[in-house]
């Protein structure tokens, strides 16, 4: 009997989520349309969405139903930075049909190719095409260029170290070695390609320490930060989430960072305030504070790099990668800055997290960004 009441729970849980999988699907087809000019998106109109078992193929468009079908294990196993990925690419299929009349076309033709530009979908995500988190975490879909980041874990593991010293002189040396490698791809000035993740989970606010982080990545670890709209699950409505976008190796390193020192101010926050039982907008003021004090850490380090390095190749240091940038203002043209800040701070518990920040070392092992990252989990 309990066993029987067990799988109707998770049967229901399982339908649940399938539901508001494919609200999200809808909803994020919306957002999409956007990308096109008005005339254009008036016309085009919204397919039947639907899940299946199969197992050959991510997803796919039916001319004839008018219908983007998805696997289901895409429900259960993949995030939604992935489900959008190749959302966008069964839209670019339906924009292709319907707007662009390709109707006897190949399927990945010039018709196919000009639908992908205009809602900025990548033309490969389909079929047995690994997804955005395989490509990003996976090392057989990397080359031997991207495995730099095998080398800076040996130095994050070291940074693991008990002695202060000896681990801030490994983190600083994991450091050096990516500006080296970063400084190295301004100079070949080779083609690059981008990948973009979420960081965090689509949510309906998100509050200070999350854009205070965003603001560090942005400027030190050389991927480009833009918030922007996804579906929250939980919620059923659109939200905002924390979008990165770079080459994979300095994905996985920011990726890792971001994670690392959310832990890391959890972990010294339930220290800070064990006996103080602050509330919610005092812990934003120490998350704050570390995230400050730990950014002061990393320009001191910068400003060591240049001293030790005086060649014109330092010039580069904080000189923005023009490929990413004009990737970025392809993926949105349309882009508005805003300040995220409060009006009733406490100034000495900020002071306090600046403090903890200026200790903070990043090493190897404290979390994992990867069980971070799923979004399509829902309460009972």
Not at 146 to 154: G, T, Y
Not at 171 to 194: C, D, F, G, H
Not at 236 to 256: C, D, F, H, P, S
């Amino acid at each position: 009997m309990l066993k029987n009441n067990f799988k109707n729970k998770t049967s229901k849980l399982q339908l649940e989520l399938e539901r508001r999988f494919l609200h999200g699907l809808s909803a994020e087809w919306d957002q999409t349309s956007y990308f096109l000019e008005g005339s254009l998106r008036n016309r085009l109109k919204k397919p039947i969405f639907s899940l299946s078992d199969m197992t050959d193929r991510w997803a796919y468009w039916s001319y004839e139903k008018r219908e983007i079908c998805f696997s289901k294990k895409l429900v259960h196993d993949y995030t939604w930075a992935s489900v959008r990925e190749i959302l966008r690419h069964e839209m670019a299929h339906q924009i292709a049909h319907e707007l662009l009349y390709a109707i006897n076309e190949k399927p990945h033709g010039q018709a196919f190719q000009r639908a992908c530009e205009l809602i900025r979908a990548n033309p490969k995500a389909s079929g047995s095409y690994p997804t955005l988190e395989e490509r990003i975490r996976n090392e057989k879909y990397q080359d031997d260029d991207v495995r730099l980041l095998a080398k800076i874990q040996k130095l994050m593991a070291l940074a693991e170290s008990s002695n202060q010293n000896e681990a801030e002189l490994a983190m600083t040396k994991a450091n050096e070695m990516m500006t080296r490698y970063n400084i190295s791809v301004l100079q070949n000035n080779s083609k690059r390609s981008y990948d973009s993740i979420f960081v965090g989970k689509p949510a309906l606010r998100n509050y200070r320490d999350k854009h205070a982080l965003a603001i560090l990545l942005n400027d030190y670890y050389y991927v480009e930060c833009i918030w922007v709209r996804a579906f929250v699950v939980e919620k059923q409505k659109m939200g905002r989430v924390l979008e990165i976008t770079g080459t994979i190796q300095n994905l996985q390193i920011a990726e890792y960072v971001y994670y690392f020192v959310l832990n890391f101010i959890d972990s010294q926050w339930k220290k800070y305030n064990k006996k103080k039982k602050l509330n919610f907008h005092r812990r934003m003021d120490f998350a704050e504070g570390i995230i400050e004090g730990f950014e002061y850490k990393l320009k001191r380090q910068k400003r060591r790099f240049k001293r030790k390095n005086p060649s014109e190749i330092t010039a580069l240091v904080n000189v923005p990668d023009p490929q990413l940038i004009e990737h970025i203002n392809y993926l949105y043209p349309y882009i508005k800055k805003t300040r995220c800040s409060s009006c009733n701070s406490n100034q000495s518990i900020i002071n306090d997290g600046r403090l903890v920040g200026q200790h903070l070392v990043i090493s190897k092992g404290i979390t994992e960004q990867t069980k971070s990252s799923k979004p399509l989990m829902i309460s009972g």
